[in-house]
């Protein structure tokens, strides 16, 4: 079942500090019925987005330009490449003075990755490059991938998917370079990595390459073969699991010998999602250590982590999720969004929850350190309808601002604040009501059912570390939430 989840998500894709702050979420305006957005990239003035169009049997591209509070300068829409039969956006970065896209499309029956050079302004854009994906079989093929890295200055690169019409399953795995005037330099499959790539790095000393794919990961030589696997799942114990397979979201060389990945683990864990380390010494791949980050949700359903930044102070934004399937009938859904420093210090932990669900698959940290995430609604009773979807949060934090479709739960208020041994609140309701008690990086500490005692709910503290906890507290239909400090 887990792997059937992980499946809808990467389809898609190719899929104690609370203070003061401001989000905005929301869709941007366009006449597509159905759109998602996939990329994002900022300037010092501008947000970009990217976006592959579902359009009956045909797909296309979309790009706009919006101001940093979403109101759209200039848009690109309905892109069609040499007018082709269906056009796939694949990657976006800004370059100099302009953007770089790479696409895909499907040209009198043949498949091609393009190159698009674009102006800031999208008032102009043009072809580049290109390549056709030969395969004396198959043609209806695209290449996906989920960024872009540097190999030097002048020299862009990705790792990711050939796949056919859209399939969840890849063909293959394979590496595209790209010169930062377009040109495409290698596109080359790697032998030995054939499910879909979560993550991957670049070491300009030994020149290889850590490549990571659901349960496992590899490092990849120059050649692009395969030189060391590992396959088992990581030795750790927490809670009651005494080990983890790892899905990686993003990973990155810290030494010569040590990449550091973002990864989720499998279900049943006390913590789904944690930083794992791996040592890479004489071409040998093993792992070293991890580092639980994220528990599971209140409802004991495990999340994942798949989209994350870093500001230029190394600081870790993270959004995340529990696992849907339009099956599930849970409401409400959640995304998870949180930031931690360097030493992964916790800054902030947000819960937003909503009748729809929420995917989101790429994300940025503009110049005021605010972390965008960019990706879909999907209401449950109506799968198909997928509308764009952004979520903005500034550098502390807080959400200040809703709407119908996404919110932070109602606050409640308790007493005594600070607390020794207990909590009280008060509720018009008589029945008994669920809650659950977080540390402030998302740990669940405690969970139980109270009792009104003429109106008033006590919750008893005693146990808890000193500190500041949220409360969560299911009342009826409604999720309420308080922060208090245990003494």
């Known amino acids: 079942m887990i792997r059937f989840y992980i499946s809808i998500v990467l389809t898609l894709t190719f899929y104690c500090s609370f203070a003061q702050s401001e989000v905005f979420y929301g869709s941007l305006i366009t006449d597509l019925d159905k759109m998602s957005l996939e990329c994002i990239e900022v300037s ?52 100099e003075d302009r953007i770089l896209l790479v696409s895909n499309a499907r040209v009198n029956g043949k498949s091609h990755i393009y190159t698009h050079s674009v102006d800031l302004n999208l008032g102009n854009h043009f072809i580049l490059d290109s390549i056709e994906i030969v395969d004396e079989v198959i043609q209806n093929q695209e290449f996906t991938a989920s960024k872009y890295k540097n190999i030097d200055e002048k020299t862009l690169y990705t790792i990711g998917n ?91 060389y810290v030494s010569d010998n040590l990449v550091e990945c973002v990864s989720s683990g499998s279900e049943g864990a006390e913590y789904s999602n944690f930083i794992s380390v791996y040592e890479t010494s004489n071409d040998e791949l093993l792992f070293s250590n991890a580092i639980p980050l994220h528990p599971d949700t209140i409802d004991n359903l495990p999340t994942r982590i798949v989209v994350t930044s870093r500001d230029s102070q190394e600081n870790y934004y993270f959004a995340y999720y529990e696992l849907f399937s339009q099956f599930d009938e849970v409401i409400p859904n959640k995304v998870f969004i949180s930031k931690f420093d360097k030493d992964l210090n916790n800054i902030y932990f947000l819960e937003l929850i909503s009748e729809d669900e929420h995917v989101y698959v790429n994300s940025a940290v503009d110049k005021d350190d605010s972390f965008i995430i960019v990706g879909a609604l999907i209401p449950p009773d109506n799968p198909s309808a997928i509308r764009n979807s952004f979520i903005k949060i500034s550098d502390n934090g807080e959400l200040l601002t809703s709407t119908n479709s996404i919110y932070q739960p109602e606050e409640v208020a308790i007493y005594p604040n600070p607390s020794v041994n207990h909590i009280k609140m008060q509720l018009d309701d008589t029945y008994d009501i669920d809650y659950q008690i977080y540390s402030v990086d998302g740990r669940l500490e405690k969970r139980g059912v109270v009792s009104s005692v003429n109106g008033d709910f006590t919750i008893k503290t005693l146990g808890l570390p000193s500190g500041m906890h949220i409360l969560n507290v299911f009342d009826g239909d409604k999720i309420r939430i308080a922060r208090f400090i245990k003494q």
């Open 44 to 95: 010092d003035d501008f947000y970009y987005f990217g976006s592959r169009n579902n359009e009956g049997d045909r797909s296309t591209i979309s790009i706009f330009q919006t101001t940093p509070n979403f109101e759209q300068v200039n848009t690109i829409e309905k892109l069609m490449i040499r007018g082709s039969e269906s056009s796939f956006l694949s990657l976006m970065k800004i370059v």
């Open 162 to 252: 050939l796949r056919t019409n859209n399939n969840t399953f890849p063909r293959s795995t394979n590496y595209l370079e790209i010169s930062l005037n377009g040109k495409i330099n290698k596109f080359k499959e790697i032998e030995g990595v054939s499910t879909i790539t979560t993550a991957f790095d670049y070491n300009s000393v030994t020149n290889k390459y850590f490549v990571a794919e659901p349960w496992q990961s590899h490092i990849v030589d120059s050649s692009f073969t395969v030189v060391s696997t590992f396959d088992e799942r990581i030795p750790i114990q927490i809670g009651d699991v005494q080990s983890f397979q790892a899905l990686t979201s993003t990973c990155k």
